[in-house]
């Protein structure tokens, strides 16, 4: 046997002796003899290095840690699941399905929902060549290098048949017992422990070193799929018998059921087994099988309509209120946040919980040394939901809302009318490193590599005191080399981020100063108005008005900023650093039957998504709004529509359906 024929051949042993150990949990070597083997392979391909290829097993994990991870737009956009909570809605689900496939049978796929991180992993002809975070459904984050070490993960297709391309989709997530060997070691060491599995897992994805993945023992299952060419399935259940045989990690509870009633009470079964599983889960996703009937059954703008997860009521726990600190977000916002004795919630230890505002401190009535009754809202985010008053102590102490900012000191004041205690210092460190987050966010200025990480540093080194030093930070290249884990690419990466960001157009900069009650759909309909930031900063409430959606409240936040000090040294050093401040005229063709129209979507339609509908009124000259008012002309109503149609009726507004608004424009 010459060395190619016995590197190939050690390459696909050590592949069956990965999936059985990591995806089937039955090995059959030692550990002493797989690492022989592995051993082996090494010592062949340095010998012959020109015989070394990306899917080889010891490639999995990168010698060199990334500059940075690049941006990559999926196939097919990954979509959003929607929600149930018990047996009355899931029914209410099966219903619309059966309405929508016109009496046809259906049988439902029925899968664990696992507590994890999507991801997609691409493979073409059989090779691992892209894995990718969700991001935001529609454009992710390139982790290849990070998926690659996970050993569940094939490399290379197993057998023959496969797709010419085949996107897997699934969940990589933390298994409880490396989990809890890794928070073992991080406390022998004197570190903190990290929460859960789940935010441990995003934090680990997101690591630029693939060696420090690759130690923490991460899994992946899949659960769905994106772009398949070459390859036809009729079935869901067949697709995944399919993966199974390739080597992509399938979970074993899946079940194909043939009617609502077998689903309800496969969901009443689950919630006992799950909890004797070695990975977090919370709920179940049921599924449409036949694939046909999914393409019939089609989408919302956020939700297939074929499938839906069944969520299991929070877990909850008793725990003793030790403390309350306080934390600064972006707007200056106050949040009270409980320090808690340690508790298990939904397996991990839970040491603080949200206490929202300090309005429900008051309706909570919890106090410090109180005993408390906390729960995962959305099995995420611990929250305080009760207090045990039977059991609360002679010295337990009110909790006092601050009255200086607990980072910088300065002045605070509560909302007119709100709940809210907010710092009014623009210089405060906290609120800077929460605002220059959002600026540089992908749905505002969009600015690559400026994460939470980099923007920590920016602030503690001084390298940046507001928006508008992002752009001297090309003069001050050596500063920003000197950073922690700052190479030369991932300086000139960001830089180049910055620099592109100049360009983005009126809409997104105006969104990204973070002015009270201003989003991205308001500042689009801000910037079309008023096309120039100069106009928007001399308009009036009353010509703020105007705009179609802009009422008192918004009008007057958005005059305050202009007219306050700090509002206007911000947009004006943006102006001064280069940076676009001026709405590009939207190129519009063919006829214009909506010119001078304000329409509002509401409901499910079928033959649009909502931004693609609303795309199209501003392509034929008219303008979309979030809400209804005298000055709509149109409500284009679809389906489950709810007070938005109730509105329009009360205002006289007059509404079309999907196909009366297609008639009127000429489609």
């Not at 999995?60 to 196939?75: C, D, N």
């Not at 990975?279 to 099988?289: A, S």
């Not at 809202?377 to 002679?394: D, L, S």
């Not at 009422?551 to 102006?575: D, M, N, T």
């Amino acid at each position: 046997m010459n060395p190619q024929q016995e590197i190939v051949r050690l390459r696909d042993e050590i592949a069956r002796h990965d999936h059985a150990y990591y995806v089937e949990a039955k090995p059959v070597i030692s550990d002493r003899e797989y690492d022989k083997l592995f051993q082996r392979l090494k010592d062949l391909e340095a010998a012959h290095p020109e015989l070394i290829t990306p899917d080889s097993p010891t490639q999995r994990v990168s010698e060199t840690p990334l500059e940075g991870f690049e941006h990559v737009t999926h196939a097919l956009a990954m979509m959003s699941i929607d929600n149930t909570y018990n047996e009355a809605q899931l029914r209410e689900w099966d219903a619309r399905v059966a309405k929508g496939l016109d009496g046809a049978a259906y049988e439902y796929l029925v899968d664990p929902k696992i507590d994890g991180v999507s991801a997609s992993l691409r493979y073409e002809n059989g090779r691992l060549v892209l894995g990718a975070t969700r991001g935001d459904g529609r454009v992710g984050d390139d982790i290849t290098a990070n998926i690659k070490t996970i050993r569940s993960v094939p490399l290379a297709l197993h057998g023959k048949s496969w797709p010419a391309v085949l996107e897997v989709r699934g969940e990589v997530y933390w298994p409880r017992d490396a989990f809890d060997k890794h928070n073992a070691k991080r406390e022998k060491a004197g570190e903190e422990p990290f929460a859960n599995p789940r935010n441990a897992t995003t934090g680990t994805l997101k690591s630029l070193d693939s060696k420090a993945v690759a130690d923490r023992g991460l899994a992946f299952m899949a659960h769905g799929f994106g772009q398949i060419e070459g390859a036809e399935f009729e079935t869901a259940s067949e697709l995944f018998t399919a993966m199974k045989q390739w080597g992509i990690p399938v979970s074993p509870h899946q079940k194909v059921l043939a009617a609502i009633d077998e689903v309800v009470q496969f969901v009443v079964e689950w919630d006992a087994k799950r909890r004797t599983l070695g990975y977090e889960t919370d709920g179940l996703v049921i599924k449409v099988n036949q694939l046909e009937q999914r393409e019939i059954l089609g989408a919302t703008s956020r939700f297939p309509r074929w499938c839906i997860a069944y969520k299991y009521a929070a877990e909850q726990a008793e725990t003793v209120l030790k403390d309350v600190d306080f934390q600064v977000g972006k707007l200056g916002t106050i949040t009270p946040r409980a320090v808690m004795e340690p508790t298990q919630l939904s397996g991990t230890i839970v040491r603080h919980a949200s206490l929202h505002n300090f309005d429900q401190v008051e309706r909570l009535d919890a106090r410090i040394g109180d005993t408390v009754i906390v729960e995962k809202a959305g099995e995420i985010i611990p929250q305080v939901v009760r207090v045990v008053t039977e059991k609360r102590p002679k010295n337990a102490r009110k909790i006092v809302p601050p009255t200086k900012c607990p980072v910088c000191s300065g002045e605070v004041e509560k909302d007119d009318g709100g709940v809210y205690i907010r710092c009014i210092n623009p210089s405060c460190p906290a609120q800077l490193k929460e605002r220059l987050r959002f600026f540089c966010g992908r749905d505002q200025m969009d600015i690559e590599g400026a994460g939470e990480v980099l923007v920590n540093q920016l602030v503690d080194a001084g390298l940046v005191h507001n928006y508008a030093d992002l752009y001297s930070l090309a003069r001050r290249r050596d500063e920003l080399l000197a950073l922690e884990r700052m190479g030369a690419k991932s300086a000139d990466n960001l830089l180049a981020g910055i620099e592109a960001s100049k360009a983005r157009p009126l809409a997104r900069v105006l969104a990204a100063l973070n002015i009270r009650h201003v989003g991205a759909a308001t500042a689009e309909l801000i910037a079309e108005q008023f096309e120039m930031m100069e106009r928007i900063a001399e308009a009036s409430e009353e010509q703020l008005q105007e705009v179609e959606g802009i009422g008192p409240e918004v009008a007057k936040s958005i005059r305050h900023f202009f007219e306050s000090a700090a509002g206007k040294k911000v947009w004006q050093a943006l102006r001064d650093a280069g940076v676009n401040m001026v709405q590009p005229k939207m190129k519009r063709s063919g006829p214009q039957p909506l010119v001078g129209k304000t329409l509002v979507v509401t409901g499910t339609l079928e033959k649009f998504s909502r931004g693609d509908i609303e795309k199209l009124i501003k392509e034929l000259g008219g303008k979309t709004a979030g809400s209804v008012s005298k000055k709509t002309d149109y409500v284009v109503v679809g389906e489950d529509a709810g007070s938005k149609l109730e509105k329009a009726k009360a205002l006289g507004v007059k509404t079309l359906s999907e196909g009366e608004f297609l008639k009127m424009v000429g489609r």
